[in-house]
């Protein structure tokens, strides 16, 4: 597969393990746009492990289980800012990659800043996952060549931080006992709360 050349620092279950017997295409798709499907290549990937994490140099590429796609999707609010965009996973960071649905026929894979959600704000980064796994460097390198530098309040660096973490947490929600995640995350989530509050 196309995948074999690369480091994995991080393995799930495979899809068909894990959800044997649902229809998970259905499930997942539920309330998102209806120009979305799951590319090729994203389907063997999650075939082989259904969330995981690659690594090439500096690139990290912290890729979500199907259902979680749909989570960060809603929870980060991509349906308010970016709609065509599918969040497939992290650089360790921050930033998304997600996919382009913009134009079906022609999908492409973007580095999108979880803290700034505009079309306008986001980069290509390549046709296919093999060719942006294939680069060496962290996906933000090639978002800061085309951003100008934004100077963000206390109160914003801190919310910026926050959900940084909360998106560590999520993504290894799964090694952390449920009562722990919950209680974490509703700690997380009440803080970005209360700042956005005095913004």
Do not use: C
């Not at 650089?91 to 999908?107: L, S």
């Not at 952390?176 to 509050?197: G, H, N, P, V």
């Amino acid at each position: 597969m196309w995948y074999d050349k690369y480091t994995f620092y991080k393995k799930q279950k495979r899809l068909i393990d894990e959800y044997p017997e649902i229809n998970l295409q259905q499930i997942w798709s539920n309330k998102l746009p209806t120009d979305f499907f799951l590319p090729d290549e994203l389907l063997e990937l999650l075939q082989f492990s259904n969330g995981g994490g690659i690594i090439n140099g500096n690139r990290d590429f912290g890729y979500f289980s199907l259902i979680d796609m749909r989570n960060y999707y809603f929870d980060y609010k991509l349906s308010k800012y970016t709609p065509l965009f599918l969040p497939v996973a992290f650089n360790g960071g921050g930033i998304f990659y997600a996919y382009d649905f913009r134009d079906p026929k022609n999908i492409r894979i973007v580095a999108a800043d979880a803290g700034d959600l505009e079309y306008e704000s986001s980069i290509v980064i390549g046709e296919t996952l093999d060719e942006v796994l294939s680069k060496t460097n962290d996906i933000i390198e090639e978002l800061d060549k085309i951003r100008t530098p934004i100077l963000f309040t206390e109160d914003e660096k801190q919310i910026i931080e926050l959900r940084k973490q909360l998106a560590y947490l999520n993504a290894n929600r799964n090694s952390i006992d449920t009562k722990s995640y919950l209680l974490a995350k509703r700690k997380l989530e009440s803080q970005i709360k209360q700042l956005r509050f005095f913004i």
